[in-house]
């Protein structure tokens, strides 16, 4: 692979002779990585200076820690491989072994990932791997270790997660987080000097710890594929702050992790070998936007050792490798590929790297600061939406095989809940879109006066308001029951000529008295409204005729009449097909009309008549109104909205 493919040869000002002299004129400048190196040329002085305040805009961000911080990192690390022997020992008696062999077979603990590599934070957690001989099990580990660890004070939140694909014990040691792995080699013993690059203590050992041990094996070949240590520390540092500010660093969640920046990193450190760390940072934004994905980032030439038997990264041989969106090589063998979980954000981190490159061309012009570079990014407002759910990596694959969908962007930083409701609406109130601030104020601007008038508190009867009938209304004397009841008078009326009379709850502007509350009347609250008349309603003048007039059908806004319901007395004819199916009742029929409010600003409801006695003896019985008079309901139009008002359906939906 020609770093011709990838380089962006026309920003340095450079050609393939430039690349010649520069080669030839230090033939004892060592090669790094599998293509020549860009350039060879030193940092100037204003290089330096660039690097020191790139140290200065780091320290606010706790990327660095103290000398007290550090030491105590190592006390806990010694404290640990202490505890680690005394347990190989322990088992190794337990197991029968002699106990001058037991002495004598070690153990040890390694380091990986951030800590190895020199660029951990404050705060941040240590990887490490627990290296034991053959005769220790795996089952040993998650049980013998386990309970010695939960013995100790210093210790606390241990979490074993054995069924793991890399088997792994989580707890919290002396105030630092630590995760334990392990590896069995096929060895009776451990020398304090084991070199794990080693190929061959991979030999008979089972996949997992083969997994377990690939994580020193990468973070040992990393840092000897570098030719300046601490340039890329702290260039490396640079970019995992800039990573994690534009929330593009979560390998759960897709994104690159914290050993695929590292290799980004020392790639560029391979072609621009005696750079400062300021220039450096520049060179790397410069590389990774010109990058043609997905060819693969190496840093060295894969081995091929056939005989170890283990599956390695290999498109030629693998079809699922071809597939890889951003393909980043481990350097150790087997040779994974570490961006196996990005589905596709190529165009986000592309996009990331495009604007990184520009600010880092001010700030070596002098335009701009290097806090400039972790400003962080406002998820919300570049992209309106946010989504939160589990398996968050496989949501984002699915929804760009929608080919309506252009980006899918997960935020990976973790938002903690808000104390009340009110200020989590404050909060997101300033990432919403005007249109749906607008929209939100004039829903509430609807909301107010319907909630004043469809929402009052119940109004309680004054004491004196009683539910009356007036005198008018009696059954007339010459008149029998079932014809009073039925609608059929001596006089030959039709059942339909017939009005309920009417009863009137209350004032005009209070709300009516739900049915319900009406069929809870007591025996003597009815004999006491038969002989008191209502004095606003008819004082004993008013023509049953004009009642009958006022409820009369009238039409509504669609057409329909407003009925009040007909009853029924005759017996149907049940041989006549043609005849409309009717119920034979001894009730009224009907209901609310589901229409509008007549032009008299109200609407009428039958309610229930009964007539059988009901039986004083049966607790279960519901209580209901011994009436001989049908019973209607007169409701104020402004004091209740019809259920059929079209303004309820108009409101806006909620968000």
């Not at 053959?134 to 089952?139: A, L, P």
């Not at 997960?410 to 601030?437: A, G, I, R």
């Not at 017939?498 to 004032?507: A, E, I, M």
């Not at 017996?571 to 043609?578: F, G, V």
Request: hydrophobic share 30%.
């Amino acid at each position: 692979m020609s770093p011709h493919n990838h380089c962006p040869i026309n920003e340095e000002k450079c050609s393939r002779s430039t690349f010649i002299k520069a080669r030839s004129s230090d033939p004892q400048q060592p090669t790094y990585g599998i293509t020549s190196p860009i350039t060879l040329a030193g940092p100037k002085p204003e290089d330096h200076q660039l690097s020191e305040q790139l140290v200065e805009a780091l320290k606010p961000h706790g990327v660095f820690e103290n000398e007290e911080e550090l030491n105590h990192r190592l006390r806990v690390l010694s404290k640990l491989d202490g505890i680690v022997k005394d347990w190989i020992q322990q088992v190794a008696v337990a197991k029968n072994l002699p106990p001058s062999v037991a002495d004598t077979v070690g153990g040890k603990i390694y380091t990986f990932g951030s800590y190895r590599l020199g660029v951990h934070t404050k705060g941040a957690d240590i990887d490490t791997l627990c290296v034991a001989p053959i005769h220790i099990e795996r089952t040993d580990f998650f049980s013998s270790l386990v309970e010695n660890l939960k013995a100790m004070p210093t210790t606390k939140d241990i979490r074993p997660v054995e069924g793991a694909y890399v088997p792994v014990i989580k707890l919290e040691f002396d105030n630092i987080e630590m995760d334990i792995l392990f590896a069995r080699l096929a060895l009776r013993t451990i020398p304090e000097n084991l070199d794990l690059t080693d190929d061959s203590i991979l030999r008979n050992l089972d996949q997992k710890c083969v997994r377990s041990l690939n994580g020193c094996r990468v973070t040992d070949e990393i840092l000897n594929l570098v030719p300046n240590k601490e340039t890329f520390r702290l260039c490396l540092r640079a970019i995992k702050l800039w990573a994690k500010k534009k929330g593009i660093y979560s390998n759960a969640l897709g994104f690159l992790g914290g050993v695929s920046w590292a290799m980004l990193v020392a790639r560029t450190c391979q072609l621009y070998p005696n750079v400062a760390a300021s220039t450096l940072v520049n060179k790397f934004f410069l590389v990774f936007t010109q990058w043609a994905w997905p060819q693969p980032v190496l840093l060295k030439q894969p081995k091929a050792v056939n005989d170890l038997n283990v599956p390695v990264w290999d498109p030629r041989v693998n079809i699922q490798d071809r597939f890889h969106l951003l393909p980043i090589i481990t350097p150790a063998y087997p040779q994974q590929n570490s961006t196996y979980n990005v589905t596709s954000y190529q165009s986000v981190m592309e996009q990331e790297l495009k604007e990184g490159l520009g600010v880092t061309q001010e700030i070596l012009q002098g335009k701009a600061t290097w806090e400039k570079l972790f400003i962080p990014s406002n998820f919300f407002q570049k992209y309106k939406v946010g989504l939160v759910e589990s398996k968050i990596r496989i949501l984002v694959g699915s929804l760009e095989r929608n080919s309506h969908i252009k980006v899918a962007h997960v935020n990976p930083k973790c938002h903690s809940p808000q104390p009340t409701e009110e200020q989590e609406k404050k909060q997101l109130s300033q990432y919403l879109p005007e249109s749906v601030l607008k929209l939100k104020k004039k829903r509430s601007q609807i909301q107010e006066p319907q909630s004043a008038e469809t929402t009052p508190s119940k109004p309680t009867p004054a004491p004196s308001e009683e539910i009356r009938t007036p005198e008018a209304h009696k059954k007339p004397e010459d008149m029998s029951d079932d014809e009073f009841l039925y609608g059929t008078d001596s006089r030959g009326s039709t059942p339909g000529d017939f009005q309920s009379p009417v009863v009137k709850v209350g004032s005009e502007e209070s709300i009516p008295t739900p049915v319900s509350s009406l069929t809870e009347v007591s025996e003597e609250q009815e004999a006491e409204s038969q002989e008191k008349p209502d004095e606003n309603t008819t004082n004993g003048t008013e023509d049953p005729s004009e009642i009958a007039d006022s409820s009369s059908t009238s039409p509504d806004d669609n057409g329909s009449a407003v009925r009040p319901g007909k009853r029924i007395s005759e017996e149907l004819d049940p041989e006549n097909e043609n005849q409309p199916k009717r119920v034979k009742s001894e009730e009224a029929l009907g209901g609310l009309s589901s229409t509008p409010p007549d032009g008299n600003n109200s609407f009428k409801r039958p309610v229930k008549r009964v007539s059988e006695e009901l039986d004083t003896d049966n607790e279960n019985q519901p209580k209901r109104v011994k009436s001989e008079r049908p019973w209607s309901l007169q409701v104020d139009k402004e004091t209740t909205q019809c259920p059929t008002d079209k303004r309820h359906y108009l409101l806006p939906h909620p968000l």
